[in-house]
């Protein structure tokens, strides 16, 4: 069976995919079974329920909120989370990005509600149509996931990871708990089938995923733009400390043996550390449906050696919104040796100093007060740079997970400086778009020309308009096809400094 479109997916497309244990479901819906109260995954290895037994719903909040519990046996909460938040534009996608990210935690529903424009009570009504659970209940089910994810993949104690998982209280993470899973959390885990090993002082957590992943793809990815003292890459492992809201924290994902992936994490504050799991998970795009886009793009000719080469191909994401615009600027007209040497630079000279020698990125402040002197180049793109920084500082400019497409592409644009391939490439980085096109990029055309596709941007961008929208996974096979690297002295033919 091919994996449709979830939004357009029938009753007895569900139906078929639930009879058939399709693991590729996972994450992407609940079934809710009436006849046990319980709600599963798509895979559950449970006898399958009769057809008029079954309702099914996109979240597990709104199987909750319909008043089912999660299955012990398969544990809906541990699927990899839904492609679609990527996939769909919408208030909706943008707000369960948000949600993931922490934001509820941290400035409430009403905070979520500014940041997409919305009025508290709109959104609720708008979740609620959309998804079948309001703000609360979305962040309340996260929360859960948060807690059950902890419980089963570390030692550490219920009422540090109460705290961890974003709840206010060690009695409401009880209660969630027991209401969700119909478990102590004492039970839940105690049912798990690995005990966890940790380095002292660090978290460490399976990170579940759709296969195919090409893992490898996205750690030589980072290798080659890894900054040292920032960032570190060692065969199949990528760490990195960055600047979150509870202060400094480290993680490293790695992979150990076969396809399995690990994230070990130190975190300031405990709260940090579902948002920086969040995070850990975007830059490696592990929420991506693999089997849908290597299904649409292997279905033109041209194409299908590329994905058959390269199967589960991903798309490295960011781990901060900020940095992912100002490494953009810094390498939109050099190459990515060249942009590597100046943001280590930056990173050594206005990075704060953390954990024996090592930087964390520097905030925008310190590049829009001091990033003149450090930064090389022309003056115009160095004035370009620090004043995108400072607008980032004081709020001019906004750029976060959770931005209107258009609307961050619009702010972008507005900027002295930034154009169209930076604009682009930075939606791509930071809110996952999957549907980006980058037609003046030279690794691009030079890649789509070795793959025999058109290598001028315009006929080129035409014919990629068969492949939405999934044209950021095939902006990622035409960079891997490339037959060489630009030189140092090839340039996009766009003007970014216009």
């Known amino acids: 069976m091919t994996v449709p479109e979830l939004s357009a997916m029938s009753f007895d497309e569900r139906y078929r995919a639930i009879d058939a244990r399709d693991i590729r479901f996972d994450g992407q819906f609940v079934t809710a079974v009436h006849s046990t109260g319980i709600y599963c995954r798509p895979s559950c290895p449970a006898r399958t329920p009769k057809r008029e037994n079954v309702s099914f719903y996109p979240t597990s909040a709104a199987a909750h909120e319909a008043g089912f519990r999660a299955c012990k046996r398969c544990l809906p909460e541990a699927a990899p989370g839904s492609p679609a938040w990527d996939v769909r534009g919408d208030a909706a996608a943008r707000a369960m990005r948000l949600i993931a990210d922490g934001v509820v935690e941290r400035e409430g529903v009403s905070g979520l509600a500014a940041r997409l424009g919305y009025s508290s009570r709109h959104l609720?009504?708008?979740?609620?149509?959309?998804l079948g659970a309001g703000p609360l209940a979305l962040a309340r089910a996260h929360r859960a996931h948060n807690a059950r994810m902890l419980l089963v993949g570390t030692d550490l104690p219920i009422s540090d990871i109460a705290f961890s998982a974003g709840f206010a209280s060690i009695r409401q993470c009880n209660d969630t708990i027991r209401?969700?899973?119909?478990?102590?959390?004492?039970?839940?885990?105690?049912?798990?089938?690995?005990?966890?090993?940790?380095?002292?002082?660090?978290?460490?957590?399976?990170?579940?995923?759709?296969e195919p992943m090409d893992a490898a793809g996205i750690f030589a990815w980072m290798a080659a733009r890894a900054?040292?003292?920032?960032?570190?890459?060692?065969?199949?492992?990528?760490?990195?400390?960055?600047?979150?809201?509870?202060?400094?924290?480290?993680?490293?994902?790695?992979q150990d043996g076969g396809s399995t992936l690990h994230l070990r994490a130190r975190v300031a504050h405990l709260g940090d550390l579902a948002p920086l799991v969040a995070t850990a998970r975007r830059i490696f795009d592990l929420d991506a449906d693999p089997t849908a886009v290597d299904a649409a793009l292997s279905s033109h000719p041209e194409l299908a050696p590329l994905v058959a080469r390269i199967p589960g191909i991903r798309v490295p994401g960011s781990a901060d919104p900020h940095e992912m615009l100002i490494r953009a600027m810094v390498g939109q007209q050099i190459t990515v040796v060249a942009a590597r040497t100046a943001l280590t630079a930056l990173a050594e000279a206005?990075?704060?100093?953390?954990?024996?020698?090592?930087?964390?990125?520097?905030?925008?402040?310190?590049?829009?007060?001091?990033?003149?002197?450090?930064?090389?180049?022309?003056?115009?793109r160095i004035r370009a740079i620090t004043g995108a920084a400072a607008?980032?500082?004081?709020?001019?400019?906004?750029?976060?997970?959770?931005?209107?497409?258009?609307?961050?592409r619009a702010a972008l644009l507005a900027m002295p400086g930034i154009g169209?391939?930076?604009?682009?490439?930075?939606?791509?980085?930071?809110?996952?778009d999957p549907d980006v096109f980058l037609p003046g990029d030279v690794a691009v055309r030079a890649g789509a020309a070795a793959s025999g596709l058109p290598a001028d941007p315009k006929p080129l961008t035409a014919w990629t308009e068969r492949?939405?929208?999934?044209?950021?996974?095939?902006?990622?096979?035409?960079w891997r096809a490339a037959?060489?690297?630009p030189s140092r002295t090839q340039k996009t033919k766009t003007k970014e400094l216009s």
Request: charged residues 20%.
């Open 124 to 130: 609720t009504r708008l979740l609620t149509t959309e």
């Open 391 to 408: 607008a980032l500082a004081d709020g001019s400019l906004t750029l976060t997970v959770g931005d209107d497409r258009a609307a961050q």
């Open 350 to 380: 206005l990075g704060e100093e953390i954990d024996g020698g090592h930087h964390l990125f520097p905030t925008m402040a310190a590049i829009a007060e001091h990033g003149s002197e450090v930064l090389r180049g022309p003056a115009a």
């Open 483 to 485: 037959p060489v690297r």
């Open 467 to 478: 492949t939405a929208p999934w044209r950021s996974y095939l902006t990622a096979h035409l």
């Open 420 to 432: 169209p391939w930076t604009a682009d490439y930075v939606r791509m980085r930071v809110i996952g």
């Open 227 to 254: 900054l040292p003292g920032v960032e570190n890459v060692i065969d199949n492992s990528f760490s990195r400390y960055l600047r979150m809201p509870g202060g400094p924290a480290w993680f490293e994902v790695r």
């Open 179 to 210: 209401e969700v899973f119909g478990l102590t959390p004492t039970e839940l885990r105690a049912r798990r089938r690995i005990t966890p090993v940790a380095s002292p002082g660090a978290i460490d957590l399976l990170l579940p995923h759709r």
